[in-house]
DNA sequence: TTGACAAGCTGAAACGTTTCAGCTACTCTT
DNA sequence: AAGAGTAGCTGAAACGTTTCAGCTTGTCAA
C-alpha cells in the first residue's frame, strides 16, 4: 500500500537500463541510441513516471519559477501586470510563484523569504511591496537570485527596474485638466511617509503635477496635495479633505485610479455632481475605469508590457546573462481621456 | 569564490556537534541540552544559516505550502478569496503558491501539474479552473494532496467544497427585484457549456431566477436568458443582446458583479438612463460594486470567510484528520441593496 | 594486426536534509 | 557493587535526482 511514486530506479529497473540513462532520457541528452530512447520513453510512458522536481532542484539548484511579489493583490493594476508576467514566464518554461505583500512592508520582506526559500531562480517585485531594508539582506544570500522592480527603484546594484516616467504623466495628466479649462487642480498622492520608494511612483507624480501648474503659472498650493495610502478608503479620505478646504479644488489628479474611484465617491457624498463640479483624472487604466460614470480619464499604464519585459529580463538574467541592458527601463503612460473631464463649464 | 549557502555541516562543524544536533535544534526537538541548544543558536545565528527546505522537502515528503488556483485573477472576486486564504495559511505556518488558469481550462490542468510538482501538501481550486476531467488523473497520483474546491464541486470523491447556496442566492436576488415592482427580469449567466461545474454557481442562479419569478406569477422567459463568461465583456455582449430584444426588460440579475459592470455600461450605450430604465443586480459585491453609480445592488458573498475557512480545512487534512466534517459546505451570500435598483417608478 | 577513437552506456558520488538505531556516561535502585 | 534506566549525543542511511569519470564494444586508419 502507500506505494510512494514511481522513481527513476523503478523506470530503469523496467527498461532494464541505468538511471544515468533514464535520466539522460528526460533530459534529451544527445548520447542515447534511438532504440534505448524509444524503450525508456514507452516504459515512462507505461508506468506514468514524472520527475521529482525537488530532487531535481536540490541537484541543480535550480526551480525553474520564478517569484513574484505585488503589493496588493486587490489593485487591478497588479494583476494586471501579473497576467502579462505569467504569459512571459510561461512561454520561456517557467513557472511563476505568486505572493502579496497585503501593503505589509513588514510582510513583503518575510513573503521574500519563503520564495527565496522555495529555491525560485529569480524574482520580481512588483510596487511598494518589499522596502530596500528587507531587499539588501537577501541579495547577499549566496546564490544570486536576479531581482526585477516593477514600478519602483532600489538603490542596491544588480536590481534591475522597469518603470513608467511618472514626473512626465503626472505633468501630462495636469496639463491636461489645465488645457481643459481648470484652474484650482489638487493631488492625491500614495503614502508619503513609510520606507517605500522615494524615486518612484509617488513624488514624480507629484513633481509633474507641479511643473504643469507652474508652466500654466498656476500657484502650486501644497495645501492642494493630500496623501493617500494607493487605495479606495484612502482616496475617499484624502478628497474628503481636499473638498473640505475653504478653496476646493476644481479638479483632481489622482495618482492611481483606485484612489480616483475612492475620491469620485467622496466628491458624490460631499453634494457634488460629477464631472460638472469636479474633473478627477486617474493613473493605470484599471478595467473598471471606463465602466465608471462618469468614465474615468486617465494615464493608461502599459501593464501587460511591463509584465512581458520583466518575464523576458528575469529569464535573461537567470540565464546568467548577466547585466545586459540598462539597469533601468523607462516606458510611456497614455493618457487616455474619458467624460471625468470634461471641458470646464 | 562564489561560495556556496552555509549548510547543516558547515553549522555543526563550528559549534562542534554533529549535524543530527544542529538539525535536532532547528526543529526544537527535545532531547538537546540547554547549554548546547545555545550554544548552536548562536552559531547559526552568527553564520546567517537558513534551512535548505528543498533538501527538506525532499526528504519529508512536503513542502509546507498550499497551491491555489484561481479561473482569473483579474476578478476582484477570487483576489479577495484569496487575501482570505493568504491570512489563513500564514497564521498555520503555511506558505501559498498561486496559478492563474486565465480562463483557460487546458491551462487549469497544467498549473495544477506545475503546482504538484512543487510538493505542495495541499490543493485549493477556486472557482471553474480545473475541468473534473483535469483533476481526477492527478488525484490518483501517490501521495494524496488533498483538494478544497471553493465555488465549485468535483464528483471525485475526497474533494471538499465551500459554496454559497447559489439557488437561494439567485432566489432572493430575483425576488428583491420583483418586490421592487420590477416585471421583466432578466439574467445573465455564466457560460452555460464548456467542462465547467454544473452544480455550482452557473445552473443555480438561474433556477432560483425561475423560482422567485415563478412564485410571483411572472412568466419566466427563457428568452430573457442570456449566457456571459463571468467578464465584463461577456456582461456587456449579453446584456446589450437583451435590450436588443422587442420586449427588453426592465430589470437584470447578473451573475457575477463584473458583468453586472459591463451590462450597466451596456445599458448606457444603448441610450437608457440608469437605474430609472434598467435596474441591476450583481453577484459577489466586489469593492468597485459600492463606488459605481449607481451603486451596484449585489448579493455579497462572504469572500474572506470562504478563504479562512479553506485555509482551516485544507490545513486539517494535510495533518492526516482526513475526511472530517461534511464534504460540502455551504455559505450564505447576502442581499446588499444599493442605488441601481430603486422601487420601479 | 595493432592502436586510436568514438558511440553508448554505467557506477557512484554528490546535493542538504531527516531519522533512527546505537553509543556514552551518568544517576538511580536494589 | 552491579544492573537498569535515561539524558544527550552521533553515524550513517535514506530521499530522487544529476553528473562525470570510466568501461565496453565496435570501427577504421595505418
Same mark, same amino acid.
Given at each position: 500500500?502507500s506505494?510512494?511514486?514511481?522513481?527513476?530506479?523503478?523506470?530503469?529497473?523496467?527498461?532494464e537500463?541505468?538511471?544515468?540513462?533514464?535520466s539522460?532520457?528526460?533530459?534529451?541528452?544527445?548520447?542515447?541510441?534511438?532504440?534505448t530512447?524509444?524503450?525508456?520513453?514507452?516504459?515512462?510512458?507505461?508506468?506514468?513516471?514524472?520527475?521529482?522536481?525537488?530532487?531535481?532542484s536540490?541537484?541543480?539548484r535550480?526551480?525553474?519559477?520564478?517569484?513574484?511579489?505585488?503589493?496588493?493583490?486587490?489593485?487591478?493594476f497588479f494583476t494586471?501586470?501579473?497576467r502579462?508576467?505569467?504569459?512571459?514566464?510561461?512561454?520561456?518554461?517557467?513557472?511563476?510563484?505568486?505572493a502579496?505583500?497585503?501593503?505589509?512592508?513588514?510582510l513583503?520582506?518575510?513573503? #521574500?523569504?519563503?520564495?527565496?526559500?522555495?529555491?525560485?531562480?529569480?524574482?520580481? /517585485?512588483?510596487?511598494?511591496?518589499?522596502?530596500?531594508?528587507?531587499?539588501?539582506?537577501?541579495l547577499?544570500?549566496?546564490?544570486?537570485?536576479?531581482? /526585477?522592480?516593477?514600478?519602483?527603484?532600489?538603490?542596491a546594484?544588480?536590481?534591475?527596474?522597469?518603470?513608467?516616467?511618472?514626473?512626465?504623466?503626472?505633468?501630462?495628466?495636469?496639463?491636461?485638466? /489645465?488645457?481643459?479649462?481648470?484652474?484650482?487642480?489638487?493631488h492625491?498622492?500614495?503614502?508619503?511617509?513609510?520606507?517605500?520608494?522615494?524615486?518612484?511612483?509617488?513624488?514624480?507624480?507629484?513633481?509633474?503635477?507641479?511643473?504643469?501648474?507652474?508652466?500654466?503659472?498656476?500657484?502650486?498650493?501644497?495645501?492642494?496635495?493630500?496623501?493617500?495610502?494607493?487605495?479606495?478608503d484612502?482616496?475617499?479620505?484624502?478628497?474628503?479633505?481636499?473638498?473640505a #478646504?475653504?478653496?476646493?479644488?476644481?479638479?483632481?489628479?489622482?495618482?492611481?485610479d483606485?484612489?480616483?474611484?475612492?475620491?469620485?465617491a467622496?466628491?458624490?457624498?460631499?453634494?457634488?455632481?460629477?464631472?460638472?463640479d469636479?474633473?478627477?483624472?486617474?493613473?493605470?487604466?484599471?478595467?473598471?475605469?471606463?465602466?465608471?460614470?462618469? *468614465?474615468?480619464?486617465?494615464?493608461a499604464?502599459?501593464?501587460?508590457? #511591463?509584465?512581458?519585459?520583466a518575464?523576458?529580463?528575469?529569464?535573461?538574467?537567470?540565464e546568467?546573462?548577466?547585466?545586459?541592458?540598462?539597469?533601468?527601463?523607462?516606458?510611456?503612460?497614455?493618457?487616455?481621456?474619458? *467624460?471625468?473631464?470634461?471641458?470646464?463649464?
Open positions: 500500500m506505494m510512494s511514486r514511481t522513481t527513476l530506479k523503478d523506470v530503469a529497473q523496467e527498461a537500463v541505468s538511471i544515468a540513462t533514464v539522460a532520457v528526460v533530459n534529451d541528452a544527445d548520447w542515447v541510441s534511438d532504440g530512447r524509444a524503450r525508456v520513453r514507452t516504459t515512462i510512458e507505461s508506468m506514468g513516471y514524472r520527475p521529482n522536481r525537488v530532487a531535481r536540490l541537484k541543480t535550480r526551480g525553474d519559477a520564478v517569484g513574484v511579489i505585488v503589493s496588493d493583490l486587490t489593485n487591478p494586471e501586470v501579473v502579462g508576467l505569467q504569459h512571459g514566464l510561461r512561454e520561456r518554461g517557467l513557472s511563476l510563484l505568486l502579496d505583500a497585503d501593503h505589509r512592508f513588514d513583503g520582506g518575510a513573503q #521574500l523569504d519563503v520564495l527565496l526559500d522555495k529555491q525560485v531562480d529569480g524574482l520580481v /517585485v512588483i510596487g511598494d511591496s518589499v522596502p530596500e531594508a528587507a531587499l539588501a539582506p537577501h547577499r544570500r549566496a546564490g544570486r537570485v536576479p531581482v /526585477v522592480a516593477i514600478e519602483r527603484t532600489y538603490d546594484d544588480g536590481v534591475h527596474a522597469l518603470v513608467v516616467d511618472s514626473e512626465r504623466a503626472g505633468y501630462e495628466a495636469t496639463r491636461h485638466l /489645465v488645457a481643459r479649462g481648470y484652474s484650482h487642480v489638487g492625491v498622492t500614495g503614502p508619503l511617509d513609510g520606507p517605500g520608494s522615494t524615486t518612484h511612483g509617488r513624488v514624480p507624480r507629484l513633481e509633474g503635477w507641479r511643473r504643469a501648474l507652474a508652466e500654466a503659472g498656476l500657484a502650486h498650493d501644497d495645501r492642494l496635495v493630500a496623501p493617500g495610502n494607493w487605495r479606495i484612502g482616496g475617499h479620505a484624502a478628497a474628503a479633505h481636499l473638498l #478646504l475653504p478653496e476646493p479644488p476644481d479638479a483632481l489628479f489622482c495618482a492611481n483606485m484612489m480616483a474611484l475612492g475620491a469620485m467622496a466628491a458624490r457624498e460631499a453634494g457634488l455632481s460629477l464631472p460638472r469636479l474633473a478627477v483624472v486617474g493613473f493605470d487604466d484599471v478595467p473598471v475605469a471606463a465602466l465608471v460614470d462618469p *468614465a474615468l480619464t486617465t494615464m499604464m502599459p501593464k501587460a508590457d #511591463l509584465g512581458r519585459a518575464a523576458a529580463l528575469v529569464r535573461r538574467l537567470v546568467g546573462g548577466d547585466d545586459a541592458g540598462p539597469a533601468l527601463r523607462s516606458f510611456p503612460a497614455r493618457l487616455v481621456i474619458r *467624460a471625468s473631464t470634461p471641458p470646464k463649464r
